[in-house]
């Protein structure tokens, strides 16, 4: 068996936020992009190690009791996540960390602020789009698009004096239901 050098991924993520997501359709519309950076969308800043993309279709089992054995499947759920470890405290990125706060980006400062109020809080959904260059062909990328994103992991801001202040970002890909069924919750592609 002939090992093909060319199917084997290297490179780093960069991550944008907070543009319009493609038209859909089946197949999907591609996300467009220029050396990598899609049109109205932020980068978020620099990330530090992997950045992972989970899809894991739910499954529950079909058995019948003139078999020994499952039968056969059928699909319950679909469940996407984004995880990376950001660096820059970019203002995009943090909003969506703290959730649903108020925010400030003035001359002199940006801020955060909430707590309390007791009342039902608007959930910030955010486009993301992946890209990572293609190490075997010049000016072809990876790229990977979650339509309608939360950030469920909230926000460990950490400090110290003697390493470099991160905080890990989980976003939870969901349906977005004025998308066409089938085109509802993430495009992948491989540009050849």
């Given at each position: 068996?002939?090992?093909?050098?060319?199917n084997i991924h290297t490179g780093p993520a960069t991550i944008f936020?907070?543009?319009?997501?493609?038209?859909s359709s089946l197949p999907p519309t591609w996300q467009t992009h220029?050396?990598?950076?899609?049109?109205?969308?932020?980068?978020?800043?620099?990330?530090?190690?992997?950045?992972?993309?989970?899809?894991?279709?739910?499954?529950?089992?079909?058995?019948?009791?003139?078999?020994?054995?499952?039968?056969?499947?059928?699909?319950?759920?679909?469940?996407?996540?984004?995880?990376?470890?950001?660096?820059?405290?970019?203002?995009?990125?943090?909003?969506?960390?703290?959730?649903?706060?108020?925010?400030?980006?003035?001359?002199?400062?940006?801020?955060?602020?909430?707590?309390?109020?007791?009342?039902?809080?608007?959930?910030?959904?955010?486009?993301?789009?992946?890209?990572?260059?293609?190490?075997?062909?010049?000016?072809?990328?990876?790229?990977?698009?979650?339509?309608?994103?939360?950030?469920?992991?909230?926000?460990?801001?950490?400090?110290?004096?003697?390493?470099?202040?991160?905080?890990?970002?989980?976003?939870?890909?969901?349906?977005?239901?004025?998308?066409?069924?089938?085109?509802?919750?993430?495009?992948?592609?491989?540009?050849?």
């Amino acid at each position: 068996m002939a090992v093909v050098a060319a199917n084997i991924h290297t490179g780093p993520a960069t991550i944008f936020m907070g543009g319009a997501a493609p038209a859909s359709s089946l197949p999907p519309t591609w996300q467009t992009h220029t050396n990598g950076v899609p049109a109205g969308f932020t980068h978020i800043g620099a990330t530090l190690g992997d950045t992972v993309f989970n899809w894991k279709p739910n499954y529950n089992n079909i058995e019948a009791e003139q078999a020994l054995g499952i039968i056969d499947k059928f699909v319950t759920a679909e469940d996407g996540t984004l995880e990376f470890e950001a660096e820059e405290r970019t203002q995009v990125l943090l909003k969506q960390a703290f959730g649903n706060i108020g925010t400030v980006d003035d001359g002199t400062r940006t801020g955060f602020y909430g707590g309390g109020g007791g009342t039902i809080l608007n959930i910030q959904y955010v486009t993301l789009v992946l890209t990572s260059l293609r190490r075997d062909l010049a000016g072809k990328y990876e790229v990977l698009v979650l339509y309608k994103a939360v950030c469920t992991a909230g926000i460990p801001l950490t400090y110290s004096r003697t390493k470099v202040s991160t905080y890990k970002m989980n976003f939870q890909a969901l349906p977005d239901g004025t998308r066409t069924v089938g085109d509802q919750i993430f495009q992948f592609s491989r540009e050849k």
